[in-house]
């Protein structure tokens, strides 16, 4: 359509320099045929006048087809934000997620599968070997960011981070003797469409908690291994400190157990709003 405005709107132009030298040629005439020559004229002001409203009319067509191109792709792009992001458990703590912006996140690589998407943002909580397996991650887009416990503590203060696609936030986490509270975050993420997932890492109860319920939670993925961390009982406590909407335990056995998984723990955690995930399944994280 507007490939055909455009080269109506050429042809008019040349219609009109043609008509201008038509008018030109006729003034240069002798007296014999000055009434010829105004008849002419005439008629050439006439369709000058008639091309000129027209190039108006096919202006404002153009004018409001980009107009119309641009309240379009302003909405899509509004829609997409309201978009909920795509997490994937893939077990022990390993956990990938899909924004409606096309970006990928893989926090602590340890377990499971789902590691083919290209990466743009690897958060890990901290340094053991069940948490920094990279190297599964096939693929990393050219500007793929990692952030660690090294990045989100700098002189004892926990950092944020504002990605556009995802917002950041590093708190506590540790406090047991497997643990070093220097060395080790959970993550509080908040996507465009407003929800927010809390990611404990390996902890116990952190004096944070206690703040955290100001946050208003969607989300919060608790550890209750009982070996490393807090058990059960414990990790239902911190769960009612931090009354998210929903709470999903995960991290639920120490990292040697084949399955990453167990449903025995899962069933016993009580929590309000309690999600199970076994690995391999995903969550719609909505606002």
């Known amino acids: 359509m507007k490939g055909f405005i455009k080269n109506k709107v050429q042809i008019s132009l040349i219609l009109i320099v043609m008509l201008c030298c038509f008018v030109s040629c006729g003034n240069n005439t002798d007296t014999n045929t000055s009434t010829g020559s105004e008849n002419r004229a005439t008629e050439s002001t006439e369709v000058v006048s008639e091309v000129k409203t027209e190039l108006k009319t096919t202006e404002t067509v153009l004018s409001d087809d980009s107009t119309e191109q641009t309240t379009k792709q302003g909405t899509s792009e509004e829609e997409k934000m309201n978009e909920p992001a795509k997490l994937l458990y893939q077990g022990h703590a390993s956990i990938r997620i899909q924004t409606p912006e096309g970006k990928t996140i893989y926090i ?5 599968t789902g590691y083919d998407v290209p990466a743009d943002l690897i958060l890990l909580t901290h340094g053991h070997y069940d948490h920094t397996q990279t190297n599964l991650i096939t693929t990393k887009t050219d500007d793929c960011r990692t952030i660690s416990w090294k990045e989100a503590i700098i002189s004892s203060e926990y950092q944020s981070f504002d990605l556009g696609y995802v917002k950041v936030d590093a708190v506590e986490a540790g406090y047991n003797k497997n643990h070093d509270r220097k060395e080790c975050v959970g993550y ?6 407003g929800a927010t997932v809390y990611l404990s890492g390996d902890t116990s109860t952190t004096p944070e908690m206690s703040r955290l319920s100001d946050r208003n939670l969607d989300y919060a993925f608790i550890c209750c291994d009982g070996v490393y961390n807090m058990d059960v009982s414990e990790a ?15 991290h639920m056995v120490p990292s040697d157990n084949p399955n990453g998984f167990d449903m025995s723990v899962a069933e016993s955690f009580d929590a309000v709003g309690r999600i199970i995930l076994q690995p391999g399944e995903e969550l719609v994280l909505e606002n």
């Open 188 to 193: 509080i993420l908040t996507f465009s469409n």
């Open 108 to 112: 602590d690589p340890f377990f499971g």
């Open 236 to 250: 239902e406590e911190c769960a009612r400190t931090i009354g998210a909407r929903h709470t999903i335990p995960y």
